[in-house]
T-cell receptor, first 116, second 113 residues
């Protein structure tokens, strides 16, 4: 398996623009997580899905953020409109329960977002 | 509120010595704990998981858990320059992380040749 695949790797956009981040989890994994990492706040859980259904989105910072998982092999995280404070590295991770307790999550390479 | 605390470092250790990384957590409901390693500009990768009190060894790595003290640690024996990275401690409630992991901000480890 190629692992968790994220795109794009880097994104530079102007404030106010819409940004869409994409993720393909590992085949067979039934959990998908979106995290955001900054120096100040570390890794923060934004939202996670189980079998394509959003379970907990309490970490989504504002209504400007939305996430979807239309099928088992694809998820998007959208920011509209984007702001400079959204600049961070966004990671997607997947796991397979009950394997999570032993194997943890597999993270994608991340998308480094810069909003200017 | 679930919190995982780590000393940000940097922690500098000479090559060949034992590196000791520590983590405390606030939620007594946390059951499973994970240590991830993250190289600069890369994604976190799992080193070890632990969910029972005591020690768990895997090669040069030993994880230690003390639920009464809400304390988790990672020991790296015979430290190598390639071990230089940021080490993230993470905790999970029942379900082993199926409901999300709470991460500390990480400890930056430097192994000096």
């Amino acid at each position: 398996d190629a692992g968790v695949i994220q795109s794009p790797r880097h994104e530079v956009t102007e404030m106010g623009q819409e940004v869409t981040l994409r993720c393909k989890p590992i085949s067979g994994h039934d959990y998908l997580f979106w995290y955001r990492q900054t120096m100040m706040r570390g890794l923060e859980l934004l939202i996670y899905f189980n079998n394509n259904v959003p379970i907990d989105d309490s970490g989504m910072p504002e209504d400007r953020f939305s996430a979807k998982m239309p099928n088992a092999s694809f998820s998007t995280l959208k920011i509209q409109p984007s702001e400079p404070r959204d600049s961070a590295v966004y990671f997607c991770a997947s796991s397979s329960y009950p394997g999570t307790a032993r194997y943890g999550y597999t993270f994608g390479s991340g998308t480094r977002l810069t909003v200017v | 509120q679930k919190e995982v605390e780590q000393n940000s470092g940097p922690l500098s250790v000479p090559e060949g010595a034992i590196a000791s990384l520590n983590c405390t957590y606030s939620d007594r409901g946390s059951q499973s704990f994970f240590w991830y390693r993250q190289y600069s500009g890369k994604s976190p990768e799992l080193i070890m998981s632990i969910y029972s009190n005591g020690d768990k060894e895997d090669g040069r790595f030993t994880a230690q858990l003390n639920k009464a003290s809400q304390y988790v640690s990672l020991l790296i024996r015979d430290s190598q320059p390639s071990d230089s990275a940021t080490y993230l401690c993470a905790g999970a409630l029942e379900g082993g992380g199926a409901d999300g992991l709470t991460f500390g901000k990480g400890t930056h480890l430097i192994i000096q040749p």
